[in-house]
């Protein structure tokens, strides 16, 4: 973004914890979440002039993917001052592959501010995240936005939020201004507690009966404030507040605002005020926390998390921290489990690029730190020995095979993928031992194309993907004989070794080696040679050079010589003696199987199930996994699932989620193996 865009004003620091509100806006992929972050930052002074998404000048979304996509794919923070209240603003990502973000920002935050599209019906992903929050009773509001559309009905929009959020609760979604849509602008509100009224609002009707409804849902189990309302009495603004504080914080009213575009670009957004005031009074501080985390004290020892890492071409690694109790300051020594402790050299407040200098940050604030070297997304930070839980992040289930492009990128490949693995905690990176392939393991294609174009733009590396490749394995699938010899004559010592295997298959039985010599044959000491040569070509393969398993294999009979038969010999006869009893058997690839388990919403279930048959999958069994949720338990065979992530978010709308774990290698049909029989 640009700079005449922004104040430059001091970061905004705070003294004690009430002070503060760590607010995360979520909601689905183009709701309206960055543009609302600008609008809000605008109004509290910190630019001067509100920048867009398809123009890429917006604060929150800095990375130069974030401008070519259109979309965040990274939390960020916009810390705001308002009304003498620090607002820690959390832009998460709203896509479904960036969730891990979501994750972190919901952790760093006391209240989350769903952002919907009035445009657009609740989906099934924001609606299981509504849920998610409302098992741990977190704080929740929701503000509109797109009210600038043609043909929206507030009335018929909220009835809409009301049957799908508050499962038809009309009492606990509930608007605190009454808005006035002319001709898709927003001209006008009426505070319903107050009264108060700003812009045009027109002919407004009687607002009694929406007035009454507000008033009890706030007033809750306080008899004295409702009926001083129901007599008409002048109430407390402090009450008033006071109360919406706690139905609040309680989690039994969900208050519901809007906003809509300025009718001047870059200028004041309608309705941000509105918010930004009910953030200030109403929403919690870290001293209402009620979880396992440690209580918000900034007297206590240190201790705080690692919610996301960045990097500045300038100042390197940049980890944004929570502060979740003490006060941490420069110049302080801080334990990292499992690591050697580092010593925090400074500290600053993030807004967009801009890297602001602040002296301290108190229990529940948030702060970014430079050049921990070994800290990653995830890592507590603590001045003693207790370390925080981790938050839950999404598994990586979609593999891309990469390689890199020359030599000076795979000189470089290891440090850079080991630094962004660091960062982001969904990225699993591995180096596949029987393949050999480098895997990286990502939530989706967006995700793929995010760490693909950060190795590229960040560190200047560039790879090759490459078809993945799942580790097949061979076995006999009858019994056969071998003959192996190996003898050579070339002046001196020469080479001898002659040995007769039997091979037979072992199902799930790995690999068996038996010595039924008799009359010494194959002297003792030569034994271990023949077991050596046919380990070596196991792991080679006999057929499509896949290794071999679940054989067992009998020395029977053999022949040496007492000056040329040697250890290398026997190896090498025992390698001739299996392949040999290869071509006489048939040979079967096998493939590996994993155990999955599909969680999905019940209306999504038959596709899903029809789905996992086509891939050969063996479905175990369906049971309850929650309220309104199925979850499926099935066999399928690996090479079924390398786009099973990208494919069961299209079959399930981008509500369906599913884990595997390895079960075993099985018989891989001969239609199916006919295409890999030529690797190598």
């Known amino acids: 973004m640009a700079d005449r865009t922004v104040t430059h004003s001091p970061a905004p620091t705070v003294e004690r914890p009430d002070q503060l509100r760590n607010v995360v806006l979520v909601g689905a992929s183009g709701a309206g979440k960055t543009t609302l972050a600008e609008s809000l930052a605008l109004a509290a002074g910190a630019l001067t002039r509100a920048g867009t998404v398809p123009d890429g000048t917006t604060v929150s979304d800095h990375e130069e993917i974030e401008h070519q996509q259109q979309r965040s794919v990274q939390l960020s923070l916009l810390p705001l001052s308002w009304r003498d209240t620090k607002i820690n603003l959390l832009d998460a990502p709203g896509y479904v592959d960036f969730a891990g973000e979501l994750r972190a920002g919901l952790r760093a935050a006391e209240a989350a501010l769903f952002v919907i599209s009035a445009t657009e019906p609740v989906g099934p992903a924001v609606l299981a995240l509504w849920r998610e929050c409302a098992a741990v009773s977190m704080p929740r509001a929701v503000v509109l936005t797109h009210l600038n559309a043609a043909r929206i009905r507030l009335d018929e929009t909220l009835d809409e939020l009301r049957r799908t959020l508050a499962d038809g609760r009309a009492d606990t979604l509930l608007p605190l201004h009454h808005h006035t849509l002319t001709d898709g602008h927003l001209t006008g509100s009426v505070d319903l507690l107050t009264g108060a009224r700003t812009g045009d609002n027109g002919d407004t009707g009687d607002l009694t009966e929406e007035r009454a409804r507000l008033a009890e849902a706030i007033a809750g189990e306080d008899d004295e404030l409702l009926e001083a309302y129901l007599a008409g009495e002048e109430l407390d603004t402090a009450a008033l507040t006071a109360a919406l504080r706690r139905e609040l914080r309680q989690d039994t009213l969900h208050p519901v605002l809007a906003t809509a575009p300025p009718t001047d670009p870059g200028g004041p957004a309608p309705g941000v005020t509105e918010l930004l005031d009910l953030i200030a009074d109403a929403f919690p501080s870290p001293l209402d926390r009620a979880d396992e985390l440690p209580p918000c004290d900034p007297d206590a020892p240190l201790a705080a998390q690692i919610v996301h890492t960045g990097e500045d071409p300038y100042v390197g690694r940049l980890s944004l921290t929570r502060i979740f109790a003490g006060t941490l ?196 000491n030569f034994i271990p040679s023949v077991e050596k040569g046919v380990r070596a070509q196991l792991a080679h393969g006999v057929l499509a050079g896949y290794p071999v398993t679940d054989i067992r294999v009998t020395l029977t009979d053999g022949k040496a010589h007492s000056v040329d038969s040697s250890d290398a010999a026997f190896q090498t006869a025992a390698a001739l003696a299996l392949k040999e009893a290869a071509g006489h058997a048939k040979v079967q690839l096998l493939e590996p199987v994993d155990e999955v388990r599909v969680l999905l919403p019940d209306e999504y279930q038959g596709a899903v199930l029809s789905d996992l048959s086509a891939r050969r999958g063996h479905v175990l069994g369906t049971e309850p996994g929650g309220p309104g949720l199925s979850l499926v338990r099935a066999e399928v065979p690996e090479i079924e699932l390398t786009l099973y992530p990208v494919e069961l978010r299209s079959l399930s709308h981008g509500t369906g989620s599913f884990s595997r774990s390895y079960l075993r290698h099985a018989p891989m049909p001969g239609t199916v193996a006919a295409r890999y029989e030529h690797a190598s």
Do not use: M
């Not at 080479?495 to 039997?502: F, K, P, V, W």
């Open 329 to 524: 300051r420069p110049d302080t020594a801080v334990h990292l489990p499992g690591h050697d402790d580092e010593r925090v050299t400074a500290l600053s407040c993030p807004f967009g690029r801009q890297q602001r200098p602040v002296a301290h940050a108190v229990a529940g604030d948030l702060v970014c730190l430079a050049k921990l070297t070994a800290a990653r997304t995830g890592d507590t930070l603590t001045t003693g020995p207790d370390t925080l839980p981790p938050w839950p992040v999404p598994e990586a289930l979609l593999p891309v095979a990469v390689e890199a492009h020359s030599k000076a990128d795979e000189d470089r490949l290891s440090q850079s993928l080991a630094r962004l693995a660091a960062q982001d905690p969904a990225l699993h990176v591995e180096q596949n031992p029987d393949t050999h392939q480098l895997v990286l393991w990502c939530t989706g294609e967006a995700h793929q194309a995010v760490t693909l174009d950060r190795l590229r733009t960040r560190y200047g590396v560039h790879v090759d993907t490459v078809p993945f490749r799942v580790a097949l394995r061979e076995t006999f699938g009858s019994r056969a004989e071998g003959h192996g010899r190996h003898v050579k004559q070339s002046g001196g010592h020469g080479q001898y070794a002659i040995c007769d295997l039997t091979v037979e298959p072992l199902p799930g039985g790995g690999f068996e080696f038996v010595d039924h010599v008799v009359g010494g044959s194959v002297p003792r």
